[in-house]
């Protein structure tokens, strides 16, 4: 059940959808400019309890922040860091699956490490190879 959204709660929710990215606490916070760190964590708490946004654990250590949207999954870059939405309803299968053998699923959570297309464009050849398959 979705609660009432206080002021610092509708905050952190317009830099999540300002920035359509993945933010951490700290950075909502140092966006914020008026927010204690204390009420920063204390609203996406909430936000995340409320269903609003969804608290996603990478391996970079730290939880990172989402507007709750359509299903799909993401890719954390190993290369730069950078996490990016894949379009996919995977969550959809994986509840149906856990309905199958009785229990209920709340929340599905699909994170991919691999490396991201912008890095593998930058990747360059070292001189004197060739790419000859044969």
Known sequence: MKSEITHQMREVLNLLDQENLHLTAEEIYEQSGQMSRATVYRALERLVESGRVHRLSTDLGKAIYERVSAP??????RQCGRLYDIPADLGRVAM????????????????TYGICRSCLASRTEPAGTTNNLT
Do not use: S
């Open 72 to 77: 799909h999954l993401h890719l954390q870059c």
């Open 96 to 111: 149906e699956a856990v309905g199958f053998y009785g229990h209920e699923a709340h929340q599905v959570e699909v994170m």
